[in-house]
């Protein structure tokens, strides 16, 4: 893009971060003029672009939603538990954000001493059969494990329509069991959980899903998700 024309862009802008793509405003990049995405976004750096048109930065992917978030707010916030904090450094001095490396050089602690973070754990088991309807679910189970008893309560207590497909609930988990069911009525569970449990302050911090076969006409499909919330340890 010619020098000048920046001024005139209003679009959101998408850009590849090592692999990853991320849209924001030209104003969050241009947020601090004196750094490399100022001066990239204001026509003064050369700029790459991949086979989609979104700019290219040669640069570490996930790293660089912390760097979009403090361009966001101007306040560096990281999970509890990051392990990263020399990578990020190396990223701040990089993309010369002069806020963010001063934010990073303090020695005081990122959270409170007494804040700690909560974590739910939330698996599905789904077993669907070659011989069957397409989507007829064999069995499968819904697990919710965490130490947060007012949450267990509350799925307890809100999804008791589910009961009738035999709701168990012990120390730190709820677990729910299907089987024979439909299989849209297992993902509406699951979207149900996922978003009560993200109205109660948590966030996602990672998914995995694994594929196998137990026997010949039958295939196991396991989902897992990570959610966290920062707490006070007043809390529960």
């Not at 978030?69 to 101007?74: A, E, I």
């Not at 449990?197 to 899903?209: A, C, L």
């Amino acid at each position: 893009m010619e020098n000048g024309d920046w001024r005139y862009m209003t679009d959101p802008v998408t850009l590849n971060v090592g692999g990853h793509i991320y849209t924001t405003s030209l104003s969050t990049l241009q947020r601090y003029p004196d750094s490399m995405l100022g001066a990239m976004f204001r026509g003064d750096f050369p700029t790459a672009q991949d086979t989609q048109g979104n700019y290219f930065i040669d640069r570490d992917g996930p790293l660089f939603r912390y760097i979009l978030n403090f361009l966001r707010t101007s306040e560096l916030t990281l999970p509890y538990d990051f392990k990263e904090m020399e990578l990020l450094r190396k990223e701040a001095d990089f993309y010369q954000i002069e806020p963010l490396i001063q934010c990073l050089s303090e020695t005081k602690p990122l959270y409170p001493l007494d804040t700690f973070e909560q974590v739910v754990e939330l698996s599905s088991t789904r077993k669907l059969s070659k011989y069957s309807n397409p989507v007829a679910v064999i069995i499968t189970q819904l697990t919710i494990t965490t130490k947060v008893h007012t949450l267990l309560e509350g799925i307890s207590n809100n999804f008791t329509r589910w009961n009738k497909h035999m709701m168990d609930t012990r120390d730190f988990q709820v677990s729910f069991t299907f089987g024979p069911c439909d299989y849209h009525q297992e993902v509406s569970l699951r979207v149900h959980l996922v978003d009560y449990i993200s109205k109660q302050g948590f966030t996602i911090r990672n998914t995995r899903v694994h594929h196998m076969s137990e026997r010949a006409n039958e295939n196991t499909v396991e989902h897992h998700w990570t959610f966290c919330r920062l707490a006070r340890k007043v809390e529960d």
